[in-house]
């Protein structure tokens, strides 16, 4: 599909989330629903081409948890990829582009916009405009009537808080679905339904007490993000902006969707290029610092993504997610899916995908366009390809570079 083509049947509201048009609405959101842009650096930041550098990362075999061994490149074709790449540095070691998309498109990022805002969160946290200990209802008393009356910042930001909802994807009653129609990503569910974001979360009620296991919400997201509105009185594209997208040196304007109200869709509604987001993780992995040199967040909250609280493994272990993570976390909406602390991921439905390897330095980004929206076998290849890759990055890196010959 070239990127100007459309899909055989007009895309809508409410069928623009459907296999057979997500790979164009992914790359055409703007057109579809109405955004809100996140401007870009005044002063982008360069990237050096260094394809090839370190060999053709193609041809790197992975092998896959049933023991079968596969390379990059089969597993970039066998899992719906819209474009990848590899940064190490300020290097790019392998970038390529499929199902339509050209560096400039700007490809949705799903639930991998959870890891920004939480970003843009801790810059004001390490300035002292939030207290992660505080409840959220400081910064929005709005949620006072709500679920969320005696939740702190730290417990939404770790999705441990005791609200009722579901993100069963397939289920179109569930709450997430819901949501879609609230922010206006789906039609309305009816005249009695919530019209924006800011009236579906004060809607939510909770089940138990707040502080508990991990479970995977998206609606804590959306929380957060009102609580950075609440906390600067300013719109979120403008201090995402000017906090996080502009000091990454970007190169191109992100956007976000946006509600009635024209408030952000947070939790998933970020769109952005792919080198762009190559610079976000790159910042992450050098301990807070953008490829400009610039500090974005301090070490010491980075530190405390990877490190975790004195808990989290445990509130991960009892929670529902706990088969699919053994040994593993989540903290300030990162994933680390497995005992290791020294590799996190972002992640977002049909398949968008961050790696961010603090040890060797690498940086994986991954724009899919997978039918359904959970797909175990096609993101656990995704995981094990960046694993592989990395492994190749450091050898290479430590042997002086790929071997040549006479």
Known sequence: MSEQTLPADPVTLANWQQPGQLRWS???LDEVLPVATIPRAASPVGLVDAVGELGDLGAVEVTLADGAVRSVTEIVEATD????????????????????????????????????????????????????????????????????????VRTVLDMRSGIHFSEEYLDPQAEVRQLDAAVGWAPSLGP???????????????????????DYRSCEADVLGWVIEGATGRPFPEVASELLWGPLGTEADAFITVD??????????????????????????????????QRVLSQAWVDDIYAGGPDSAEACAAGPHADLMPGGMYRSQFWFPSASRDVAHCRGIHGQFVYLNRVTGVV??????????????????????????????????SSGGPETKE
Request: charged share 20%; net charge negative.
């Open 364 to 397: 994986g980004v991954k724009f899919s366009g997978w039918p359904l929206p959970l797909d175990d076998d096609k993101g656990n290849a995704a995981m094990a390809m960046f694993d592989a890759i990395s492994d190749h990055v450091a050898s290479q890196a």
């Open 192 to 214: 009695t339904s919530p019209r924006t974001l800011r009236e579906f979360l004060i809607s939510l009620w909770a089940e138990r007490p707040h502080g508990g296991p991990f």
């Open 260 to 293: 009635a109200e024209g408030t952000g869709m947070f939790d998933g509604g970020i769109c952005a290029t792919l080198r762009d987001l190559a610079r976000f993780g790159a910042m992450v992995v050098s301990g807070g610092v953008s490829l400009t040199g």
């Open 26 to 28: 992914f790359q055409h």
């Open 81 to 152: 990829t819209d474009a990848w790449m590899v940064l190490h540095g300020d290097r790019i070691l392998a970038e390529s582009y499929l199902g339509g998309m050209t560096p400039r498109t700007r490809h949705l990022l799903m639930s991998v916009s959870k890891s920004l805002v939480s970003s843009v969160l801790g810059v004001l946290v390490d300035r002292g405009v939030i207290d992660v200990e505080a409840p959220v209802t400081d910064y929005v008393p709005e949620l006072a009537p709500s679920g969320y009356a005696g939740a702190g």
